[in-house]
């Protein structure tokens, strides 16, 4: 059986792969929701509170042109932690290299 965590994880990354940003923003984050995009790209950096994340979730649609694709491989849950490991696929690997 899936954690709690795990299954809210799920459900908000489909919300974003169907691009609901108002599902996102009103179901899924916390007030103080915090994403870290890795590496030293134009876009890695710590985002913390919604309209944070959200602004990068629509920058990153907007540098790869709409061709972003992400593929959620596993989710990692428990009482004090949830991740999602995520591989994203686009045509502009220019920019995040």
Known sequence: ????SEDLLREGF?????GDMDALRNQFFAADVRWHAPGRSLISGDYEGIEQ???FFARLFELTGGT??????????ND?????????LHALDEFFS
Do not use: F, K
């Open 1 to 4: 059986m899936a954690h709690p």
């Open 14 to 18: 489909a919300a974003l792969e169907r």
């Open 53 to 55: 994340v959200l602004q």
């Open 68 to 77: 972003l694709s992400l593929e959620l491989h596993d989710v990692l849950a």
């Open 80 to 88: 004090e932690h949830a991740v999602e490991l995520v591989t994203d």
